[in-house]
């Protein structure tokens, strides 16, 4: 009996003996504990300096686009309003983009790059061709389906992105190879950019080009093929510019525009005296004396230069403050990105924001030629606000997979196995 008795308490002990052994110390979980918080904290952090911005921005392009159109509205259309309404119904259906993309896992992009581009590159070469193409300003950059117009070189950016990400992500170790790398990359950018480049849109290519670039560096390209193949695309660029008439004509212009003040010369200046007669704070909302048809592009290329003349240099650092805010949030998430396809497709993006925003704001404040690329988020178009806030929706989709994993050993003592 007494044999038995002991026999119970032997076994009964063994469970409880083997469960403390196999429970984690108290300062391991505790660990775990802290870290996951520190990550929802950095992940809420990342998701607020880019959402905040980008709304902040649509709800300044949504008003400014108003206040530049109203005249040239109300002279073409006999509608004050026109520009402000497909602008807002632009605004809404971004936005539901950005949720949807938001809520969608970010490596479904790896799948759908290259189906994404085939599309691009069919409406790119549709845009060109003068039965289904639309033509303005000597550019034939759009496709009219009935009341509605869309810009293909804007969805063009997303997939050249996420194709770039994809086949890089791909690679791994062997982007040190640059002839491996340069197939099928090379084909498929100049590709890309040709179509773009005959449709006369250079700034569009000079931002699809600088966006594959800054992913290349990123993805620890060395840097004497970044280097070789950046002088041969300013070589390009250069012949590009000299060796046509209307864009030698333009770099002229943004070298002196005092020269032809009255031609190529004359947006500049326009932009130059809207931004010169805010001062500090501005004329007042809806107060510009440039949009009663003086400067041309008031609501498109050139709106900054109505927004520095109703809100000021104030309201001209506001802007390019949530710009720079966006792209620091878009270095965070790449940097916390969980793998290099994520890492690679969030540094894309925001170098596609970024560019984009230094190209306008470089045309409009004279610092550099007249291209043509609109402001993000500000600038009227309805394909560049829908893509672009679905862009950012894939940025916040990022962050939110950013960080979710712990360290194995914090991970595997929290659950006991340590």
Known sequence: MADRAAARRSA??????????????????????????????????????????????????????????????????????????RQAIYAAIGMVALVFTWRMRYEVWRRAALPLLAVSVVLLVLALRPTTGTAAYGASRWIAIGPLTIQPSELAKLALIAFTATVVARKGTKVDDWLHLALPLAPVVVLVAGIVLLQRDLGTTIVLVGCVLLMLFVAGVRLRYLTVTGLVAFAASAYLILGTAY??????????????????????????????????????????????????NAHTDFIFAVLGEELGLIGELTVI???????????????????????????????????????????????????????????????ALIVSLAAVGVLASIARASGRSTPRGVRAASRGDA
């Open 12 to 85: 009964s002990a063994t469970p409880r003996t083997a469960t403390r052994v196999s429970r984690p110390p108290l300062h391991v979980v505790r660990s775990g504990h802290r870290l996951h918080r520190t990550e929802a904290a950095v992940r809420r952090r990342n998701l607020l300096l880019l959402l905040v911005p980008t709304a902040v921005l649509t709800a300044i392009g949504i008003v400014e686009v108003f206040s530049a159109s109203s005249v040239y509205a109300f002279t073409t259309y006999d509608n004050s309003f026109w520009f402000l309404e």
């Open 247 to 296: 864009r030698r004509t333009r770099f002229l212009a943004f070298v002196d525009p005092w020269k032809s003040p009255r031609s190529a010369g004359y947006q500049l200046i326009q932009g130059l005296i809207a931004l010169g007669s805010g001062g500090w704070f501005g004329l007042g909302l809806g107060a510009s004396r440039q949009k009663w048809q003086y400067l041309p």
């Open 321 to 383: 403050l949530l710009f720079g805010l966006m792209i620091y949030a878009g270095i965070r998430i790449a940097v916390r990105a969980p793998d290099a396809f994520g890492r690679l497709l969030a540094a894309g993006i925001t170098a596609w924001i970024g560019l984009q925003a230094i190209v306008n704001l470089g045309a409009v404040t004279g610092l550099l030629p007249i291209t043509g690329v609109p402001l993000p988020f500000v600038s009227f178009g309805g394909s």
